[in-house]
């Protein structure tokens, strides 16, 4: 039975309806150092691993569908290599954007949770309760990373037919932006690698307000599911 794309086409005559998503927002697909629980961050930037590649395929077999035309993408290898197999089958264009990059993790990049529980105790709490107060020892405070997201969405010119793949944090950002949640609300959810995240972005008085219209859309991705809680988050 074939899947019903209609009510997320991105095609003219859903266009003609207003009832479309702007942005389709990605987390990439899983990476070598995900399946190891370290922390990649900017500096251990790992590529796909098998299975990764396979949801990457699967994604740009799902996104053909919806007509994708453009894609931005975090300029780490493994967003990129995600970007990639989805360009490569719907034949569009990929630009790279510094502003959807993921946190700069600092000393914790290349580490392994269970090192960071054991060597960082308080601010692993804090970062798993309260991740709004963060401050990452040799990197940034998460607000930075709130900051940039803001100007990316902002700023970024961002079409009916684009697609934005990026990481965990970003994408979450994304989500409480939309649902008016603060910081502290980054894990009510959980984000799969290579799953769909629909939003549209309404213009009111010169600002722009996020909407999510669907969240965690993972159709395409049967038995090819990531065991996340192998995943340093």
């Not at 949770?113 to 709004?132: A, E, F, Q, S």
């Not at 100007?151 to 970003?170: R, Y």
């Amino acid at each position: 039975m074939e899947e019903d794309l209609t009510e997320f086409s991105v095609t003219t005559e859903r266009r003609e309806t207003g009832i479309i998503p702007k942005i389709i927002a990605v987390r990439h697909a899983e990476s070598v150092a995900n399946t190891q629980g370290i922390y990649q961050g900017r500096s251990y930037d790992t590529d796909l691993s098998p299975l990764g590649k396979k949801q990457a395929q699967a994604l740009a077999k799902r996104l053909k569908k919806l007509g994708i035309r453009k894609i931005i993408t975090s300029p780490l290898r493994r967003t990129y290599q995600t970007a990639f197999e989805v360009s490569s089958l719907c034949d569009c264009p990929i630009e790279v954007s510094e502003l959807i990059v993921e946190t700069h993790h600092g000393i914790w990049e290349g580490k392994n949770k269970d090192w960071i529980k054991k060597n960082y105790p308080k601010i692993y709490k804090t970062w798993l309760t309260k991740p709004g107060s963060v401050i990452f020892p040799e990197g940034e405070a998460f607000t930075e990373t709130l900051k940039r997201v803001q100007t990316f969405l902002e700023k970024e010119k961002l079409s009916n037919d684009t697609l934005v793949v990026t990481h965990d944090n970003i994408v979450r950002i994304m989500i409480t932006l939309a649902n008016g949640w603060t910081l502290d609300d980054l894990w009510k959810h959980h984000i799969e690698p290579a799953a769909l995240n629909f939003f549209e972005i309404n213009s009111i008085n010169g600002n722009h307000r996020l909407n999510l219209l669907k969240l965690n859309d993972n159709a395409h991705l049967k038995g090819l599911h990531a065991d996340l809680s192998k995943h340093a988050l």
